[in-house]
């Protein structure tokens, strides 16, 4: 590796690709960027720097730091638009580091430079050089700390190693993924350099200059005892403290659990590459690698081993979404694929300069431009609009909205990334509604939560069935408002169509599609769901259908909308919508458990109850009999939904659901009515028949039976 890595002359045209690959991707971030807060962790994250708080496991102390010394030093108009720009310019810099990175292998000036953009354009760095993260940040040491690997195994210079082990705890503790990069060069260092590498004198003096960027960490409990308003942990103990940087919480979250598992992992990440890259490049990355293996088996080790370390550090520590839904947890190893596409893009170039040799020198110029701008080019124009939240105001709003529909003093129970967190920066950093009481699940615990409800109305921002048989929720607009379990059922009061308007990008097709977006859209509806269940089930339904549209593969709310089309009356869809959901994510308990309940209700006859509840039971029967006998489908259909909340397992209930909803021409609702019957009872041939002529007369209510 030490022959095939030559030095590689700088010049004046280096400086100047460097200036231009500065300055394009600076421009086109700035132009691209978030101009609010952002969802997911970008609330917490900006609080965090503005405050010197804690943020969640591992804490992140450099981000933190730098944070908070950008924002006295660049302070933008609002303090989550600073957050932002510093996410790209970190992001800027790093494309540079890769030009830097591609020379040292070395590759030519002109395929380093495209290289670079197309992974600056790529779709999820652009993504994360628009928004407060802290990814941009930790891939530039990360790549640091490459470019200091190279310099090692090339020139073997001890002021090289030095200056890698203090990078090295700094990148530590920006991003635990710097293990990615450290395990790559113990890796490569034991085959090229192992006995300088491993001298006992030299380990020791390395793990000196690594101990600065570790301290760091030491500054977490600190700040964790000034009370910050983020305190993540609350970590002022030594086992606190442990548990905390070690990521104990998230260490349980880990998903694959048999070789089966690797594998969808595996095939998922490989699938992704077109994705981010395009088709061409994706090819191009694979040809490379061939031609690394072959030809210069060094740099296969560099490229394709980075990738392949990240991504066997991602698949045993990740949690679902950090292997299905977030693809910046693979940038890491992306630098690596970067190597492997600049040999195969190097290698077309040096193919085509004899097939050019007569040609004019212009023409063998555009020749090799048109080659390498090609696929920065295909990046930019199907990329920008996926990346571009310039106009992008979701969780801003969302989360405004939320907080300010709230009555005085009330206490909230913040939960979800997406929601907790916006609306931590909203009422810290921007003063918005101080009386209300905002509980941070997750950092607060909640068992030590005493509300006298008689002076403060307790809420929460999400809804799902908690598991305390002494509270149920009350819909109030974006959030939910906590009683006892044996309040009656109010009303939804909130007017939904101010809060439509009141959230801007709500129904705009422009809006990027990432995840965490679409999370708010999800949630949104299905709130929106949850306060028509009584007042209007056919909105209801609809805006769960929404909901499931948005959110086909996030699990948890096809899951938490099973309960709704429960309540609906509507065991098929239930059932459809957590299958859906065990299909997402097969390790997925709480669906299995509640497949399973399903399951036990749909075998819940009338012959099962008690005499008293058999007696209502029978008394609700009749009083839908007689509703739809005079043509009153809405008071048959709340008295059936009452039959079926007390006998789930009686087909004859939802084949007159089916019934009562085709007379109010809801023919949607009724098909879903009939097979519930059917689910219940596959040998229900009234249900069966009444669905066959639902099928074939749509608009002839008057065909169907009922029983």
């Not at 969640?56 to 302070?75: A, D, E, N």
């Not at 580091?97 to 002109?110: F, G």
């Not at 290289?115 to 779709?123: E, K, N, Q, R």
């Not at 929720?473 to 044996?486: C, N, R, S």
Request: with cysteine.
């Amino acid at each position: 590796m030490k022959n095939s890595l030559p030095i590689v002359t700088w010049n004046r045209d280096d400086a100047i690709a460097i200036g231009v690959l500065f300055a394009f991707t600076l421009t086109l971030y700035r132009a691209t960027v978030c101009p609010v807060l952002y969802a997911g962790d970008s609330g917490e994250l900006i609080t965090a720097a503005a405050t010197l708080g804690v943020p969640h496991p591992p804490g992140y102390p450099v981000y933190t730091y730098l944070g908070y010394l950008w924002l006295k030093v660049m302070p933008f108009e609002n303090v989550a638009f600073s957050m932002n720009m510093l996410s790209a310019a970190c992001g800027a810099t790093s494309v540079v580091l890769i030009y830097s990175l591609l020379r040292r292998l070395p590759v030519e000036r002109l395929i380093a430079f495209g290289v670079s953009l197309i992974f600056g354009l790529g779709l999820s760095f652009w993504d994360q050089a628009t928004v407060a993260r802290v990814y941009t940040l930790s891939l530039l040491t990360t790549i640091g700390l490459l470019i200091l690997t190279i310099d090692w195994i090339r020139e073997g210079r001890s002021i090289t190693l030095d200056r890698f082990a203090w990078l090295a705890g700094f990148s530590i503790a920006t991003h635990y993924y710097a293990v990615i990069p450290l395990t790559l060069f113990l890796v490569v260092a034991l085959i090229y350099r192992r006995a300088e590498s491993f001298k006992p004198q030299r380990i020791a003096h390395s793990l000196i200059r690594i101990l600065p960027g570790l301290a760091t960490f030491l500054t977490i409990p600190l700040r964790s005892f000034t009370d910050p308003p983020i305190d993540w942990g609350n970590v002022e103990t030594p086992a606190a403290f442990w548990d905390f940087i070690s990521r104990k919480i998230y260490r349980e979250r880990v998903w694959v659990q048999n070789p089966y598992d690797v594998m969808a992992v595996w095939s998922h990440q490989l699938r992704q590459l077109p994705t981010e890259f395009g088709w061409i490049a994706a090819l191009l990355i694979g040809a490379g690698l061939w031609l690394a293996i072959k030809r210069h088996r060094p740099l296969a080790l560099m490229g394709g081993g980075l990738w392949v370390i990240n991504l066997l550090f991602l698949t045993f520590q990740g949690a679902y979404h950090d292997l299905f839904s977030w693809h910046r947890n693979m940038l890491v190893g992306s630098v690596g694929l970067m190597m492997s596409l600049a040999l195969a893009l190097q290698a077309i170039h040096a193919r085509l300069i004899p097939l050019t040799r007569d040609w004019p020198t212009l023409s063998q110029q555009a020749i090799g431009i048109s080659i390498v701008l090609i696929l920065p080019m295909r990046n930019l124009f199907v990329n920008y609009s996926k990346s571009d939240k310039s106009q992008n105001y979701l969780a801003y709003d969302f989360n405004r909205s939320l907080l300010q529909s709230l009555p005085s003093n009330a206490v909230l129970i913040g939960r979800s990334d997406n929601v907790l967190f916006g609306l931590v920066y909203l009422q810290k950093i921007e003063g918005l509604r101080p009386d209300v009481m905002l509980v941070q699940e997750g950092i607060y615990p909640l068992a030590q939560l005493v509300v006298d409800t008689k002076k403060r109305s307790l809420f929460v921002s999400h809804y799902n069935e908690m598991k305390n048989n002494s509270v149920s929720y009350q819909p109030y607009g974006l959030a939910a408002k906590i009683v006892a379990a044996d309040s009656p059922r109010q009303p939804e009061t909130s007017d939904w169509s101010l809060i439509e308007r009141s959230i801007r990008n709500l129904h705009d097709r422009h809006l990027p599609d990432d995840y965490d977006s679409r999370e708010l859209l999800i949630h949104y509806h299905f709130m929106n769901a949850m306060g028509h269940l009584d007042t209007d089930p056919a909105h209801a339904y609809q805006a769960l259908l929404t909901s499931n549209r948005i959110g086909h593969d996030n699990e948890v709310y096809l899951y938490n909308s099973s309960y709704l089309y429960q309540h609906l009356g509507l065991l098929h869809r239930a059932r459809q919508v957590l299958m859906a959901s065990l299909d997402l994510n097969w390790h997925y308990d709480s669906a299995v458990q509640e497949l399973a309940k399903l399951r036990f209700k749909a075998q819940l006859t009338a012959a099962q109850l008690s005499p008293e509840a058999r007696r209502d039971f029978e008394q609700q029967v009749s009083l839908a009999k007689k509703a739809l006998a005079r043509a009153k489908p809405a008071a048959a259909i709340r008295s059936l939904r009452n039959a079926g909340r007390l006998a789930p397992g009686e087909a004859m209930i939802y084949n007159n659901l089916g019934v009562a909803f085709i007379q109010e021409k809801q023919f949607d609702f009724a098909k879903e009515a009939l097979l519930s019957a059917l689910l219940v009872d596959p040998h229900y041939t009234v249900a069966s028949e009444n669905l066959q002529r639902l099928e074939t007369f749509t608009s002839t209510p008057s065909i169907v039976s009922r029983r």
